[in-house]
């Protein structure tokens, strides 16, 4: 029985783990993978401010009013909130971060609260971040984005050229028209991808300059990319 505790991947001490990639990449659905197979909570900085918001918490007023001001949330605040949701109990064997750290100074505040204050809280932080890049080619990535097509009625997506619908234009489902967002055109889109690419760069070089980096093919089915980013997780290796 205890060796079959320890085979559990629910038992497992998995750590921070770090999900980088391009919008289209598929890390949304690496995210629920990891969540599903591990039983460790993903933590989006988006769903922070909404809930800290929602709940009026001090930390939530302060960006309330920011936000209502148009201006962006600074990291200080960003940082105190992310901090309060790892010292939770559920994040004691690991958590998946997910849109965080942004750039690099949110990278190395990250270290330091690792190493630092939540090491003497959670045995998870005592395990090095677990930094996994879901590498996807520039023209693949165009054509899933702007691929999309999603039902008006039941919310269905689909896409062109990957998971089309059986007629094409209509829903498998329900039988409604599809629809295009707006923001997948592929002016719009190129420039969401040049955007990620300005942003993430000097991320992307500080966790490899720490030989912390790995990558997998994210141009693979989204099977073998699952494989991929458990290897990682349980393993280390660079696949």
């Not at 962006?72 to 790892?86: F, G, I, N, W």
Request: net charge neutral; with cysteine.
């Amino acid at each position: 029985m205890k060796e079959a505790a320890e085979m559990d991947p629910k038992s497992r001490t998995v750590g921070p783990i770090i999900l980088l990639g391009a919008p289209g990449a598929g890390k949304g659905t690496q995210a629920k993978r990891i969540v599903e197979r591990y039983g460790v909570p993903q933590i989006s900085t988006g769903d922070l401010l909404r809930d800290n918001v929602a709940r009026g918490t001090e930390l939530g007023r302060q960006a309330k009013a920011i936000m209502e001001k148009g201006e962006l949330v600074p990291d200080k605040l960003v940082c105190d909130m992310v901090a309060e949701r790892l010292a939770r109990p559920d994040c004691a064997r690991g958590f998946i971060l997910d849109g965080f750290p942004r750039t690099v100074a949110q990278a190395e505040w990250l270290d330091g609260f690792l190493t630092g204050e939540l090491a003497s809280k959670q045995l998870a932080a005592k395990l090095p971040p677990v930094v996994v890049e879901v590498a996807v080619g520039y023209n693949q990535l165009l054509r899933r984005l702007t691929g999309r097509r999603s039902c008006p009625t039941c919310g269905r997506i689909y896409n062109i050229h990957f998971q089309p619908p059986r007629v094409a234009d209509i829903c498998d489902v329900d039988g409604a028209r599809l629809e295009t967002r707006r923001d997948d055109c592929e002016a719009v889109i190129s420039e969401r991808l040049k955007a990620y690419e300005a942003q993430t760069l000097p991320l992307v070089q500080y966790y490899r300059a720490q030989g912390r980096l790995r990558e997998v093919n994210g141009d693979q089915a989204a099977e073998a990319v699952t494989a991929g980013v458990f290897g990682v997780i349980e393993h280390g290796d660079r696949l």
